[in-house]
């Protein structure tokens, strides 16, 4: 597999994270009519977490997409009821906590619903609102609105099919243009956050090559490994140990 250089690597647009978002939703939500009663309770790579919690989650996520009006009611009462020293694990309890007592059969409606309306939000958004910059804390820091809106939104939707894949047992079969186009945005953004030549090689349907000048380390491995490595399912060594946010 021949070497693309880092600093060459297309770089995706909003439209074109918008339209990896509608599909991720749709992969998402025929894995998640696969599931039985009881695949529901295993527990997933997020501690505390099983598949349930994390579907509850991602709805309520994908409906502070939806609606400003929620997103900022979210964080309001997850300050005041769970004070978490992170302000997202606040807005992620309330997400599961308020949707204790549905079914995963409402689950999957919700999110089918709300997915729809969070990314036709998102793709609403004029440039000039994605180009503010703002601090928003652990673990992103200080980004723009459309990189919460356009990556971050999205490959949390992404990981968190991943882990529940792997949560049931379900095999993953990521696709070239559409796990492979996420793949590569995060190796773009981990070169440019280590800073250091390397040698990369992606493996599976999702692979590529990446590097950035000579004599750096050469690195090889699977390439949903690789993005769980980023994600901080589990812990690389070397440069593998940067991580992206997710």
Request: include cysteine.
């Amino acid at each position: 597999m021949a070497a693309t250089a880092a600093t060459e690597a297309p770089v995706l647009d909003h439209d074109a994270w918008m339209a990896i978002a509608t599909e991720e939703y749709r992969r998402l939500s025929d894995l998640l009519r696969s599931l039985d009663e009881a695949e529901w309770s295993l527990p997933t790579d997020c501690p505390g977490w099983d598949v349930r919690a994390m579907v509850a989650h991602l709805c309520g996520a994908a409906e502070g997409n939806a609606r400003l009006r929620e997103s900022l009611r979210q964080a309001a009462v997850g300050v005041r009821r769970f004070r978490r020293p992170v302000l997202v694990d606040s807005i992620n309890e309330v997400q599961i906590a308020e949707r204790a007592d549905r079914t995963p059969a409402q689950l999957v409606a919700e999110l089918d619903d709300s997915g729809r309306r969070g990314v036709a939000a998102r793709s609403r958004l004029p440039r000039v609102v994605r180009s503010v910059v703002v601090p928003f804390g652990p673990p992103l820091g200080t980004k723009s609105v459309g990189y919460l809106m356009d990556r971050i939104y999205t490959r949390d939707a992404w990981m968190h099919r991943i882990d529940i894949a792997r949560a049931t047992g379900r095999e993953l079969v990521p696709t070239a243009d559409h796990d492979g186009l996420l793949v590569r945005d995060v190796v773009v953004e981990w070169a440019a956050a280590h800073g250091r030549r390397f040698d990369l090689e992606l493996t599976g349907p999702a692979g590529l090559r990446l590097s950035r000048g000579t004599g750096g380390p050469s690195l090889s491995l699977d390439a949903v490994e690789y993005a769980r490595l980023m994600a901080g399912r589990g812990r690389g060594e070397g440069l593998l140990a940067t991580t992206v946010p997710f």
